[in-house]
């Protein structure tokens, strides 16, 4: 199932946007599902698909597997998401994923969406002791679009505090999903401060 891999993705795109900083535009419309975002001014933009469309373009890449075998369906799949990150540094930023969601092709939603909470939580209990890890489930509302939200705090030595969000909604045939991650609360009150001020375009 295709959405049940992204948790994986800010990980992996950290390594390749550490080095790859590049100044945008403030503010940012999400095509597919009519949202428009401001990024916080400290926070810098990084488009994943975007660059990744252009280095195929650049490298010549052939066109013409993209009909005839399992690399180039993947490679269509892929490139059918939307997938930005935003970055203030390596403890502190925000991914935001929408993957077209067919729920005959692809089940239940819910289904999905319980199984990436699991897999969240136990890669977190991968790296860090379950017993410093707490959850919370919750919902949350964006431009009256209600998420739902799955917290993980992770308590770190000498009272530190890591957390993370991921919050999720199933809109116009999107699985869109937000995930964010931060060491201290100023960055996280800049993140939760921009979805706030976001805006969904209703027709």
């Keep these: 199932m295709r959405c049940t891999k992204k948790i994986f993705l800010p990980i992996v795109f950290l390594l390749v946007v550490i080095t790859s ?24 933009l990084y488009d994943f698909i ?4 252009n280095m195929q373009e650049q490298s010549g890449a052939p066109d013409d597997y993209s009909n005839t075998d399992e690399y180039g369906n993947s490679l269509d799949a892929f490139f059918s998401q939307t997938n930005i990150i935003a970055i203030r540094d390596r403890f502190n930023y925000f ?21 990436w909470k699991n897999e969240a939580y136990k890669n977190m209990a991968k790296i860090i002791d379950s017993k410093r890890l707490d959850t919370a489930s919750s919902i949350e509302y964006i431009d009256g679009v209600v998420f739902n939200k799955f917290h993980i705090a992770v308590s770190l030595d000498n009272d530190v505090k890591l957390d993370m969000f991921l919050m999720n909604k199933l809109y116009r045939g999107y699985d869109c999903s937000i995930t964010y991650l931060s060491l201290d609360n100023e960055a996280r009150h800049q993140i939760e401060l921009m979805l706030r001020s976001s805006r969904f375009y209703k027709n």
């Design 50 to 53: 975007d660059q990744a469309k």
């Design 21 to 44: 900083y590049t100044q945008e535009s403030r503010d940012y419309i999400i095509s597919d599902i009519g949202w428009k975002i401001t990024i916080p001014l400290d926070f810098t």
């Design 95 to 115: 991914n935001i994923t929408t993957t077209p969601f067919d729920p005959e092709e692809d089940g239940s939603w819910e289904n999905a969406m319980q199984s």
